[in-house]
């Protein structure tokens, strides 16, 4: 089965560092591109950048380019999304989405809520 | 990279057809035929109902049709069914591995 699970949930305090996980499993991990999309309580689907695994090609949506880092580690078939300095206003819940049947995010991780309070 | 435009609520009673409409740009929507639309109940991750634009993954009713006219992507969901009632995102590629979300349509099944 091909699935992605992700890391729980975080409660985190503004300025501290984050790194939340997405591990892929039944698929070749390596031959497909996995992205991230942020979801903000009560609000829509953003696509906050992807990156392909087999040789780290990374690319960032403008709104979140310099915010947060996306990376992976393909001997253990994880894809990682990173803040170096937390903020209230990435609370949130986050997904990891991959594309292995035709162009579209058709597997979905069960999301990661992170929320960042003082 | 903005986001694609959706109305943010539809409505229709059992047994009917609504469309929601996902205007974009010739950047995105008009360049190419990978618009896909997700559905999304509270508190779950979202599913793909339609890719490339036409195209339905095995396991989605035939209910659910997308098509495309320019810079106008559409999602229709004829015989309206309570369990349809939902958030739906449409979502296109923008070119050079990049993607972008619409802002979501809540339906609504009175």
């Known amino acids: 089965e091909v699935q992605l699970v992700q890391s729980g949930a975080e409660v985190k305090k503004p300025g501290e560092s984050l790194k939340i996980s997405c591990k892929g499993s039944?698929?070749?991990?390596?031959?497909?591109?996995i992205g991230w999309v942020r979801q903000m309580p009560g609000k829509g689907l953003e696509w906050m950048g992807i990156?392909?695994?087999?040789?780290?090609?990374?690319r960032y949506s403008p709104s979140f380019q310099g915010q947060v880092t996306i990376s992976a580690d393909k001997s253990i078939s994880t894809a990682y999304l990173q803040w170096s300095s937390l903020k209230a206003s990435d609370t949130a819940m986050y997904y990891c989405?991959?594309?292995?049947?035709?162009?579209?995010?058709?597997?979905w991780g069960q999301g990661t809520m992170v929320s960042v309070s003082s | 990279q903005s986001a694609l435009t959706q109305p943010a609520s539809v409505s229709g009673s059992p047994g009917q057809s609504i469309t929601i409409s996902c205007t974009g740009t010739?950047?995105?929507?008009?360049?190419?035929?990978?618009v896909s639309w997700y559905q999304q109940h509270p508190g779950k991750a979202p599913k793909v109902m339609i890719y490339?634009?036409?195209k339905r993954p095995s396991g989605v009713s035939n209910r659910f049709s997308g098509s495309k006219s320019g810079n106008t992507a559409s999602l229709t969901i004829s015989g309206l069914q309570a369990e349809d009632e939902a958030d739906y995102y449409c979502?296109?590629?923008?070119?050079?591995?990049?993607?972008?979300f619409g802002g979501g349509t809540k339906l609504t099944v009175l």
């Open positions: 490339e634009g036409t």
């Open positions: 010739s950047s995105d929507v008009g360049s190419y035929n990978l």
């Open positions: 990156i392909y695994p087999g040789d780290s090609d990374t």
């Open positions: 989405a991959t594309l292995i049947t035709g162009n579209t995010f058709d597997i």
């Open positions: 979502c296109s590629y923008a070119g050079s591995s990049t993607w972008v």
């Open positions: 039944g698929y070749s991990f390596t031959s497909h591109w």
